[in-house]
């Protein structure tokens, strides 16, 4: 080890450049970086999940569909049996009808209810090289007819919310025993089984991609990891160019111990 003042100087000054060397090799200045390989690897690893998680969410996004289209099927089944007024008056309503339904908000309506449409939101992890915390979450709602903002192969997981509150399709409403009730209420009836076989469908479905999403997330991580690496070594030499110029202007280097 060095023993002398300017031996201990000239030690230090030679960690300095070889450490911006060796970041000089991760960044990629005058070279290909060495994480490059890696980063191309995951890059391919990643796109070659796609096609299995974009098909799979192209059928969620088919049965999510189809969940809300009967949803819209069922209010305008209450629509049709009850009118749009949801005021607590039978005189608002189609009277010769409304008489046979007791209850409820009013002395018609039984069970008046909001209905939600249900919603999946692909919930992403941000993976950004210029976080420290590659979980940060974002979340893009992509299944809902409310928005109709359909979308297949983004996000690290999803997730089914029956009935979400943030989109509603309507209200309905639980009609009663009468011969003109029955008919309306049986159709609904039928078409909440529809509903209640095509969510089972959607646990299924989203059970199996999010498996498959997990193994890309993977790959994802070992990418924000180069890519992280490459920014701490561009931070780091920022600091050790400071440095070095410490040791290399007569301005600072006079002032040395001998």
Known sequence: MPQSNNAKTEFAQKDINERIARNN?????????????????????????????????????SIGQSINQLKDEIVDLVEAAVGLTTTNTCATLDVGICTSWPGGISTCLVGYTIEYYDSVAASGWGF???????????????????SNSFGVGVGTFLTHTQNDSSYSA???????SSATCVVTQTE????????????????????VVNKIRTQR?????????????????RT??????????AFTDSKYTNLFLK
């Open 25 to 61: 090799e991760i960044i990629g200045i005058g070279t290909v970086s060495a994480l490059q390989q890696r980063v191309d690897y995951t890059n391919s690893l990643v796109d070659a999940y796609n096609p299995a998680i974009k098909g799979i969410d192209a059928k969620i996004v």
């Open 217 to 233: 997330s993977k790959s994802e991580l070992e990418r924000w990891g180069c890519f992280r690496a490459i920014e701490e070594s």
């Open 188 to 207: 609904i009836d039928r078409k909440d089984g529809e509903i209640a076989t095509l969510r089972s469908q959607l646990t299924d479905y989203i059970g």
């Open 170 to 176: 309507g209200v309905r409403v639980s009609l009663g």
């Open 236 to 245: 780091d030499n920022e600091v050790l160019v400071g440095v070095l110029t």
């Open 128 to 146: 950004s090289s210029t976080s420290t915390n590659p979980f940060s979450a974002t979340s893009i709602v992509y299944l809902s007819s409310a």
